[in-house]
C-alpha cells in the first residue's frame, strides 16, 4: 500500500508557486506571492531562515503581507498585525459526484462570483481567482446562489476553496452538491482534495467531515507588517 506524503501541505503557498502554480507567481529569492488579484496569499519556502524574510520584504516592500501557516514569533523587524485561526483538512474518504444542474464559471461570471463573496464571506476570492481552476455555480431564477472551486494547486493535491451559497438559499444541501463536484474532478485527475476553514465555523466543519474530509492540522492565517527593529 502507498502512503500518501501530506508534507506539502504543510506549506501550500509555497509549494503551489513554486510548482504548478508557478505562472501565477511573483518571485523574490525564496519568496513569492500570488499575482494581482489572485489572490492575497504570501509564502516562504522556510519561514525559520531570516533571510527569507528578508526576501519577503524585497518583494513586498509596502503593507502587510498574509502567510497561511507563519510563525506566532516572526523575525526582528516584523510584526503579527492579526491571526485568522483556522484548520486544514484532508479529503482522504470523499465521495465525490459530478453534479448535473452544476455549471461552469468563467471570467465572465466574475461579477456575479464577487458579489455572492461580499454578501457571504468565504474567505479571500479576487478578480482573477477563477483563474486557478475549475468553478462551478448553481443557479436560481438566472441568478448564481452558490459555487465553490479549486484554489491552489500541489504536487498531488488541490485545494477546495470559495465554497458559499447565498443567505437565501441556505440549507437546500447546496454546499455538499457543489463539493461533490469539484472533488470529482480533483480526483479524477488523481489528486487528494484539501481545504481550509475557520476554525470557528463549525457548521461547515461539519459538513466536510460528513462529505469524507478529515482535520489534519490547525492552521493559522497570519497578517505582518514591517516595523522597525
Not at 526582528?76 to 510584526?79: D, E, I, M, V
Given at each position: 500500500m502507498t502512503i500518501l506524503d501530506v508534507t506539502p501541505l504543510d506549506n501550500p503557498v509555497w509549494g503551489a508557486l513554486s510548482g504548478a502554480q508557478a505562472g501565477f507567481a511573483e518571485v523574490h529569492g525564496r519568496a513569492a506571492r500570488f499575482a494581482a488579484g489572485i489572490s492575497p496569499f504570501h509564502g516562504l519556502a522556510d519561514a525559520a531562515d531570516?533571510?527569507?524574510w528578508d526576501d519577503l520584504a524585497a518583494l513586498e516592500p509596502a503593507g502587510p503581507v498574509l502567510v497561511?501557516?507563519?510563525p506566532d514569533d516572526p523575525p526582528?523587524?516584523?510584526?503579527v498585525t492579526s491571526i485568522n485561526q483556522?484548520?486544514?483538512l484532508v479529503g482522504?474518504?470523499?465521495?465525490?459526484?459530478?453534479d448535473p444542474e452544476a455549471t461552469l464559471l468563467t471570467g465572465d461570471d466574475v461579477p456575479e462570483m464577487l458579489d455572492?463573496?461580499?454578501r457571504t464571506r468565504p474567505g479571500p476570492f479576487g478578480p482573477r481567482t477563477v483563474e486557478l481552476g475549475r468553478y462551478l455555480g448553481l443557479r436560481r431564477d438566472g441568478k448564481l446562489v452558490a459555487m465553490a472551486g479549486e484554489r491552489m494547486h500541489l504536487t498531488?493535491?488541490?485545494?477546495?476553496?470559495?465554497?458559499?451559497?447565498a443567505p437565501a438559499y441556505r440549507g437546500h444541501g447546496f454546499a455538499g452538491r457543489l463539493v461533490g463536484a469539484v472533488t470529482a474532478g480533483i480526483v479524477a485527475r488523481g489528486e487528494t482534495p484539501f481545504l481550509h476553514a475557520a476554525i470557528g465555523n463549525a457548521t461547515a466543519i461539519r459538513l466536510y467531515e460528513k462529505l469524507g474530509f478529515s482535520v489534519r492540522r490547525p492552521v493559522n492565517?497570519?497578517?505582518?507588517?514591517r516595523v522597525q527593529a
Open positions: 531570516p533571510a527569507v497561511p501557516a507563519g526582528a523587524g516584523w510584526a483556522g484548520v486544514q482522504f474518504a470523499v465521495r465525490p459526484e459530478e455572492l463573496v461580499e498531488g493535491f488541490t485545494e477546495v476553496s470559495a465554497v458559499c451559497t492565517f497570519h497578517q505582518y507588517e
